[in-house]
């Protein structure tokens, strides 16, 4: 598997994601900000969580597995199920690039949904 490929995508969809975040908390806001460089760095990490808090629950959920995915890529776990261990299936990564689970599992959590599960 070319992992360089699937870590440019998931770091374009991660940007994708907070540039759009970023988009909407600046629609929210309306005011220009006119904060000193030095108070605006002091900021800048409860910025971030701002930001963040101005995209939708599903957007927020996909940022959060696209960074999952970027860390399991790292530590060389990115193909192995979070949940049985086995192979995820080549085309389901294809098809959805930050998921941590084969089919049979995502299946069962989709089913077992609603019921609070996870992982
Ligand atoms: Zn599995």
Redesign the pocket.
């Known amino acids: 598997m070319d992992t360089d490929a699937v870590r440019q995508r998931l770091l374009r969809r991660r940007d994708e994601l907070r540039q759009r975040a970023t988009e909407t908390n600046a629609d929210l806001r309306h005011e220009a900000d006119p904060l000193s460089a030095d108070f605006a760095e002091q900021v800048t990490q409860r910025e971030n969580d701002d930001v963040l808090g101005a995209l939708s629950e599903s957007a927020q959920a996909e940022l959060q597995q696209v960074d999952g995915a970027l860390r399991r890529l790292a530590a060389g776990r990115y193909t192995y199920?979070a949940?049985?261990g086995?192979q995820i299936e080549p085309e389901r990564l294809a098809a959805v690039p930050y998921t941590d689970?084969?089919r049979?599992?995502a299946e069962a959590a989709a089913s077992a949904a609603g019921r609070g599960a996870r992982n």
């Open positions: 199920c949940v049985c086995e689970r084969c049979i599992c």
